[in-house]
């Protein structure tokens, strides 16, 4: 079945330095993809999300592009705050619309 | 965009005791609703769909008699954890889906409900 596989955390970084979280997946299809975030005591937020094959999502300045060929959509960004100290999950929506999930990355920022 | 609330927000009960949890969609009207469970350090467990007006679907190992799930409107959705024991204690989170015109369909989350069972 279809699954996905998220980069073990946590990910301990200081302020301002680059962030990559990897996520890649397997699915029959072209199954549509997406980053949700968990901030402390906060319920799940879709962070960004990327329907087909080479599009890019992207939003408070993290970045993920469908990678087909590789089936990944890494998360990345340039300058991590420690605002962004949170949990991030991959996720793919399977043909029934359920969410698979990854087990979760969880990201610490240091000042 | 869409808001979903679910109360209470945190409970601790008695084993034994049954706990309800309501899943309400704000400002939309979400013909499917989501159950997780989220085990501590780990992903989001889907426990079932409810659909309004019909039975939810459960996942495989979910207790159907143990976890009981009324989805009564467009905009409500209820788990129940009938006879709760310590082991079901878990952060439990519902989502609903706003039918959109972009060829999926978003599942929007509750804050989720921290059940603790004595």
């Known amino acids: 079945g279809d699954s996905v596989t998220q980069m073990e955390g946590p990910v301990t970084l200081s302020e301002e330095a680059f962030l990559t979280i990897n996520c890649t997946y397997t699915?029959?299809?072209?199954?549509?993809l997406f980053w949700y975030v968990q901030y402390p005591g906060e319920g799940l937020q879709l962070l960004l999300k990327?329907?087909?094959a080479d599009d890019k999502g992207s939003n408070k300045g993290f970045e993920a592009t469908y990678r087909k060929e590789t089936t990944s959509f890494h998360l990345e960004k340039g300058s991590v705050q420690v605002s962004d100290s949170a949990v991030y999950f991959c996720?793919?929506?399977?043909?029934?619309?359920?969410?698979?999930w990854g087990a979760g990355t969880k990201l610490i920022i240091k000042p | 965009g869409a808001v979903v609330s679910q109360h209470p927000s945190r409970v601790i009960c008695k084993s034994g005791t049954s706990v309800k949890i309501e899943c309400r969609s704000l400002d939309f009207q979400a013909t499917t609703m989501f159950w997780y469970r989220q085990f501590p350090k780990k992903s989001l467990m889907l426990m079932a769909t409810s659909n309004e007006g019909s039975k939810a679907t459960y996942e495989q190992g979910v207790e159907k008699d143990k976890f009981l799930i009324n989805h009564a409107s467009l905009t409500l959705s209820t788990l129940t954890v009938t006879s709760a024991h310590p082991e079901d204690s878990s952060f439990y989170i519902c989502s609903a889906i706003e039918p959109g015109t972009s060829g999926y369909n978003e599942q929007f989350f509750g804050p989720g409900t921290r059940l603790t069972v004595l």
């Open positions: 996720a793919l929506m399977d043909s029934n619309y359920q969410l698979i």
């Open positions: 990327a329907t087909k």
């Open positions: 699915a029959t299809g072209y199954p549509s």
